[in-house]
């Protein structure tokens, strides 16, 4: 047999060398488990020649008599679309053409408990697939409740579902990782509310995490991080984390991975439907940022920037986005009162905290006024390398008070000299109602940023930098200031307005609302709405 | 077996193709940093911004700072009662107009003082600093950053 020649051979390399590191694919929530909620591998949704063209080519609508909400995010792996309903059913759909390959469970059968709870989307064990899911070994991993009568009664307790990508069937259903033993209202343990809902899975080595947390604060849980054999689905021995010992610090984000660790957030401890605690839980990992040991659960550091005294309910929803800066590993987040903090990876010291308010060491001191309540900002934010794009309260937060960014995306360069250059551009989002929830996690690639609306858009916007430095305009970091010269006197900076190189509505208007992210992967955008369905967009 | 009994086409195979894997397993691994860095001025032509602001800042008092009126109304027993917001540029002064009744001062953020008839606060957002009526407060920002506090202004009638 004739062998390859040096050319071939080096060729074959490079171009795997080009391709390895870059997957086109979209295996989880936020993109990988550094939750950046960005696409390196670069293509027509990239070039901002290419995006204007931006229109959908199919949409998915589940089987007749099934309905529900996708409130989870899709991920894409080898032209394929898997996602899961409200209404109970994981779905594998064709991202060529949007055909239903697949469904789990059969139609009929979803996976839905029979505990009501509080009713809407805040059930104890009727949530059915909220859950984005994550991709390992030929298998899609998600969570939801189980019917089965033999588990709690069937009152909708949680495991994680792992199924075969190929054709939908179980490869295991893990041990229970969220336990429902109770349907009443404001009771507390020993009867508990655990859900998985909102936590996307975090396939990191030989495991499977999910956060757990609770159903509308009635009552808060004892937040934990799970862990399960990947394997098999069961517990994995020797991992344990919760949040405090009574209740409070729900894991409502899918955990991000940081070497041998895990980092995420955290909710609030002080108050719930069965009234406040006092004294405060200790250990208190509430409303924190927290990175644990991924083996064993054991805390490595903490940061909580809101102090128990002012724990006016302003739980951590959004989860970690690591970035890889030029100065840096940090893990980044916005808390739900809208401050944006970015801490170092390794040691949890807070670089910097966005606006710049409680001084030193980013925390607030107990007491005095404040505005650290249940508002809206709760979505991740997305990295391009020293860029972080996010829905935050911005400059004005201070002054304006918690409505101030929402509808409105800001990028902020992480690795800035000093504050001053913080917001590196800022947008009030076209086809977003401007209240909470207006707009969904952005996610990035090439420099172009794309961000769902609830008013059913796709917006695509372009960075600067990748147009030779042209914007729509110009204006003050602090909204309220309309002059460049009134602004700079004033301490603030005069940034860009980022050009919208594409706005596409959905069918349905704003019954198509649309909370979560844009998955990017080859070559394609897919969106899932409120309204009950899957888009892909492509230029 | 040595090196050098190989055919040369195979020892030039192993020396391209060793560094060549090694350097997309060093690509992979380490992924390069450009960072994107900061973006450039605005041009010269773009001076004010299409975006209005429903409460901007449009009261200048002196040189570096702003107000705005938040609130004004008649409370209890006939006082007015205004509420005022003023930002005070990094390291700037700012000389408040007399109230006419006795004043509160608020920190939001930054870094900064409250000066009337000789005697200075250093504000804080733990204990709101008051000044009696009739006093000529001038605010002084002593930080790298914006000083942002609210006013609450009583007045009698």
Redesign the interface.
């Given at each position: 047999m004739r062998r390859p020649s040096?050319t071939i051979?080096?060729a074959a390399?490079?171009a795997?060398?080009l391709t390895?590191?870059e997957s086109p694919n979209w295996p989880a929530y936020r993109h990988s488990g550094l939750r950046q909620g960005e696409q390196d591998h670069e293509t027509h949704l990239s070039d901002p020649a290419k995006v204007p063209a931006l229109a959908v080519r199919w949409t998915f609508t589940p089987p007749s008599g099934e309905g529900g909400s996708f409130y989870g995010s899709p991920i894409v792996v080898h032209h394929r679309v898997f996602i899961g309903s409200t209404s109970g059913y994981f779905y594998a759909i064709d991202a060529k053409t949007g055909g239903l390959i697949w469904q789990f469970p059969p139609h009929g059968h979803p996976l839905m408990g029979t505990c009501a709870g509080g009713g809407g989307t805040q059930t104890f064990g009727q949530y059915g697939v909220m859950s984005s899911a994550a991709y390992f070994d030929d298998t899609v991993v998600f969570g939801a409740p189980d019917s089965d009568p033999a588990t709690d009664s069937g009152l909708g307790s949680g495991r994680l579902w792992a199924l075969k990508e190929s054709d939908g069937s179980l490869v295991w259903k893990s041990d229970v990782v969220a336990h429902v033993n109770g349907c009443t209202p404001g009771n507390v343990a020993p009867e508990l509310h655990e859900r998985i809902a909102y936590s996307a899975p975090l396939v990191s080595e030989d495991a499977v995490y999910v956060g757990t947390h609770d159903a509308g604060d009635d009552p808060i849980q004892n937040g934990k991080v799970m862990a399960v054999d990947r394997a098999t689905g069961h517990l994995l021995p020797g991992f344990s984390y919760s949040s405090t010992n009574s209740r409070g610090g729900g894991v409502w984000n899918g955990p991000a991975a940081e070497h041998d660790s895990l980092l995420f957030t955290t909710g609030n401890t002080r108050c719930d439907g069965a009234g406040c605690q006092s004294p405060e839980p200790s250990p208190n990992r509430g409303l924190s940022m927290v990175k644990i040991d991924r083996k064993t659960g054991a805390v490595q550091w903490q940061f909580q920037p809101v102090p128990y005294d002012l724990d006016d309910d302003p739980d951590w929803s959004a989860g970690v986005t690591v970035m890889?800066?030029?100065?840096g590993r940090l893990a980044t987040s916005v808390q739900k009162d809208g401050w944006t903090y970015a801490l170092e990876a390794g040691s949890g010291s807070c670089s910097w905290q966005f606006?710049?308010?409680a001084g030193p060491g980013c925390k607030f001191?107990p007491?005095?006024?404040h505005i650290h309540g249940d508002t809206d900002y709760k979505r991740p934010g997305a990295a391009?390398?020293?860029?972080l794009v996010i829905n935050t309260g911005g400059?004005a937060l201070?002054?304006?008070g918690v409505g101030a960014g929402y509808g409105r995306l800001h990028a902020l360069?992480a690795?800035?000299p000093?504050?001053?250059?913080r917001v590196?551009?800022l947008v009030?989002v076209p086809h977003a109602s401007g209240s909470g929830y207006s707009i969904g996690a952005p996610t990035v690639t090439g420099?172009v940023v794309y961000v769902t609306t609830d008013q059913g858009h796709v917006v695509a916007l372009a960075?600067?930098?990748i147009l030779g430095?042209a914007a729509a305009?110009?204006?003050?970091s602090?909204?309220?200031?309309?002059?460049?010269?009134?602004c700079t006197?004033?301490?603030?900076a005069?940034?860009?307005?980022p050009k919208v190189l594409a706005d596409v509505p959905l069918d349905g208007s704003s019954a198509a609302g649309l909370r979560n992210e844009a998955a990017i992967a080859h070559g394609r955008l897919f969106v899932s709405t409120v309204g009950g369905h899957v888009y892909m967009l492509s230029p | 077996m040595a090196l050098s009994r190989l055919h040369p086409?195979l020892v030039?195979?192993r020396c391209?193709?060793v560094p060549?894997?090694l350097?997309?397993v060093l690509?992979?691994n380490q992924?390069t940093?450009?960072?994107?860095?900061?973006?450039?001025?605005?041009p010269a032509d773009?001076?004010?911004?299409?975006?209005?602001?429903p409460?901007?800042?449009d009261q200048?008092l002196g040189?570096?700072g702003?107000a705005?009126t938040v609130l004004h109304t008649t409370g209890p027993a006939n006082i007015d009662v205004t509420v005022r917001?003023v930002?005070?540029?990094?390291h700037?002064e700012a000389q408040l107009p007399d109230s006419g009744g006795p004043l509160i001062v608020?920190l939001?953020?930054g870094k900064g003082s409250g000066a009337a008839g000789g005697k200075t606060l250093d504000l804080?957002?733990?204990?709101p600093a008051s000044f009696p009526a009739g006093a000529a407060v001038a605010l002084k920002?002593s930080g790298?950053?914006?000083l942002?506090v609210?006013l609450y202004m009583l007045e009698g009638k």
């Amino acid at each position: 047999m004739r062998r390859p020649s040096i050319t071939i051979l080096a060729a074959a390399l490079l171009a795997f060398g080009l391709t390895a590191c870059e997957s086109p694919n979209w295996p989880a929530y936020r993109h990988s488990g550094l939750r950046q909620g960005e696409q390196d591998h670069e293509t027509h949704l990239s070039d901002p020649a290419k995006v204007p063209a931006l229109a959908v080519r199919w949409t998915f609508t589940p089987p007749s008599g099934e309905g529900g909400s996708f409130y989870g995010s899709p991920i894409v792996v080898h032209h394929r679309v898997f996602i899961g309903s409200t209404s109970g059913y994981f779905y594998a759909i064709d991202a060529k053409t949007g055909g239903l390959i697949w469904q789990f469970p059969p139609h009929g059968h979803p996976l839905m408990g029979t505990c009501a709870g509080g009713g809407g989307t805040q059930t104890f064990g009727q949530y059915g697939v909220m859950s984005s899911a994550a991709y390992f070994d030929d298998t899609v991993v998600f969570g939801a409740p189980d019917s089965d009568p033999a588990t709690d009664s069937g009152l909708g307790s949680g495991r994680l579902w792992a199924l075969k990508e190929s054709d939908g069937s179980l490869v295991w259903k893990s041990d229970v990782v969220a336990h429902v033993n109770g349907c009443t209202p404001g009771n507390v343990a020993p009867e508990l509310h655990e859900r998985i809902a909102y936590s996307a899975p975090l396939v990191s080595e030989d495991a499977v995490y999910v956060g757990t947390h609770d159903a509308g604060d009635d009552p808060i849980q004892n937040g934990k991080v799970m862990a399960v054999d990947r394997a098999t689905g069961h517990l994995l021995p020797g991992f344990s984390y919760s949040s405090t010992n009574s209740r409070g610090g729900g894991v409502w984000n899918g955990p991000a991975a940081e070497h041998d660790s895990l980092l995420f957030t955290t909710g609030n401890t002080r108050c719930d439907g069965a009234g406040c605690q006092s004294p405060e839980p200790s250990p208190n990992r509430g409303l924190s940022m927290v990175k644990i040991d991924r083996k064993t659960g054991a805390v490595q550091w903490q940061f909580q920037p809101v102090p128990y005294d002012l724990d006016d309910d302003p739980d951590w929803s959004a989860g970690v986005t690591v970035m890889e800066t030029s100065c840096g590993r940090l893990a980044t987040s916005v808390q739900k009162d809208g401050w944006t903090y970015a801490l170092e990876a390794g040691s949890g010291s807070c670089s910097w905290q966005f606006p710049p308010t409680a001084g030193p060491g980013c925390k607030f001191a107990p007491g005095g006024a404040h505005i650290h309540g249940d508002t809206d900002y709760k979505r991740p934010g997305a990295a391009w390398e020293d860029v972080l794009v996010i829905n935050t309260g911005g400059e004005a937060l201070v002054h304006d008070g918690v409505g101030a960014g929402y509808g409105r995306l800001h990028a902020l360069n992480a690795c800035a000299p000093d504050e001053l250059h913080r917001v590196r551009w800022l947008v009030d989002v076209p086809h977003a109602s401007g209240s909470g929830y207006s707009i969904g996690a952005p996610t990035v690639t090439g420099g172009v940023v794309y961000v769902t609306t609830d008013q059913g858009h796709v917006v695509a916007l372009a960075d600067p930098l990748i147009l030779g430095g042209a914007a729509a305009g110009y204006r003050c970091s602090n909204v309220d200031f309309t002059t460049l010269a009134a602004c700079t006197v004033a301490g603030y900076a005069w940034v860009p307005i980022p050009k919208v190189l594409a706005d596409v509505p959905l069918d349905g208007s704003s019954a198509a609302g649309l909370r979560n992210e844009a998955a990017i992967a080859h070559g394609r955008l897919f969106v899932s709405t409120v309204g009950g369905h899957v888009y892909m967009l492509s230029p | 077996m040595a090196l050098s009994r190989l055919h040369p086409s195979l020892v030039w195979g192993r020396c391209l193709a060793v560094p060549l894997l090694l350097s997309v397993v060093l690509a992979c691994n380490q992924k390069t940093q450009e960072g994107h860095g900061l973006l450039p001025p605005a041009p010269a032509d773009q001076t004010s911004s299409a975006n209005s602001s429903p409460v901007p800042f449009d009261q200048p008092l002196g040189n570096t700072g702003f107000a705005r009126t938040v609130l004004h109304t008649t409370g209890p027993a006939n006082i007015d009662v205004t509420v005022r917001d003023v930002i005070v540029g990094p390291h700037g002064e700012a000389q408040l107009p007399d109230s006419g009744g006795p004043l509160i001062v608020d920190l939001l953020s930054g870094k900064g003082s409250g000066a009337a008839g000789g005697k200075t606060l250093d504000l804080s957002s733990q204990h709101p600093a008051s000044f009696p009526a009739g006093a000529a407060v001038a605010l002084k920002n002593s930080g790298d950053g914006p000083l942002v506090v609210r006013l609450y202004m009583l007045e009698g009638k």
